[in-house]
């Protein structure tokens, strides 16, 4: 059996950055929303994703002033990807975490908030506290949680094979949950669009 054909990507915009939990979202189109700790190549995957190579789109949310912010971008005019502030710096004051946590969690927890959230993990790591609770969370909230573990174009055969074995135990997923990526190769891609193109078309059902 073939593969099924990836989501073509033809349209991105920058819609707006909401900086209030409470805020007027950009509405009627299905929210995706990216997450994970500073660093784990969340900026590089999305670029990767939307083939932005000369016009790098994830380009936005690095903008002084952008990265503490919601950055929503229409796709397709079919759904709103969402780029969530970073989290996992080592030495931030607690009003900075404080700060992130009332904005992400207020935006996760709204009804009309995300149908899914793709989080990743950098396959080199043991899963952080806040990865794990983050997945604890948005398994409360019953959000469903797409799990890529990036950079794995970083581990030799052998090293990949125990992580894509661990990571998943260690996190109480099952293997299937979890996508290889590499932005580097771009391996992943394909299976990750197929994904998306699923839970919108699920959500479009209903
Ligand atoms: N080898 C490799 N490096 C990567 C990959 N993804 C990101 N990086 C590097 O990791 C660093 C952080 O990436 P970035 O996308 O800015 O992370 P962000 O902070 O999560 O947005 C940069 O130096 C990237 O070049 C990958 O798939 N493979
Ligand atoms: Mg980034």
Redesign the pocket.
Known sequence: MSAPAPLKIRSVEFVQSVADPDAPLPGDLPQIAFA?????????????LLRRTRKKI?HV??EPGKTRLLNFFRVNDRFFLVDLP?YGFARVPDEMRDQWAHLVEGYLARPDGPVAVVQ?IDVRRDPMPDDRKMLEYLTSLEIPALVIL?????LKRSQRAVQLRELPRALGLDPEQVIP?????G?GRDVLLAAIDRLLEEKEKE
Do not use: H, M, Q, Y
């Open positions: 994970g700790r500073s660093n784990v190549g969340k900026s590089s995957l999305i670029n990767t994830a949310s690095g970073g990743l990036t950079k794995v174009d970083k990526f590499s932005s580097k190769t391996e």
